[in-house]
């Protein structure tokens, strides 16, 4: 990230060892940093979610399997990447 983000990690959730804390979702998660952070640094923040992509290129070849979000790809990046493999990471 090119940006210093100092309110962004002062607003997050404390973790504490050997305490339990439910926390907001993982896509309230993304919402917020979606909006407090610049788009590149946003588009650099989603890289995380690749594992959830490679499970959606699984199940896309079995559509049994619900889509997983939060998710680098949308599912139609994803579809247009089965048939060309050069728009996927």
């Avoid at 804390?21 to 923040?45: A, I």
């Avoid at 680098?72 to 990046?77: A, G, R, S």
Wanted: hydrophobic residues 35%; contains cysteine; proline residues 4%.
């Amino acid at each position: 990230m090119k940006r210093n983000y100092y309110f962004l990690t002062s607003s997050l959730v404390e973790l504490i060892r050997g305490k339990t804390h439910r926390g907001g979702s993982v896509r309230e998660l993304v919402d917020f940093c979606e909006e407090q952070l610049h788009p590149d640094d946003f588009e650099s923040m989603k890289s995380l979610f690749l594992f959830n992509d490679i499970r959606n290129l699984i199940w896309h070849l079995n559509p049994d399997d619900p889509f997983v979000t939060p998710s680098y790809y949308t599912q139609e990046e994803i579809s247009l990447g089965q048939m060309e493999s050069e728009r996927l990471l």
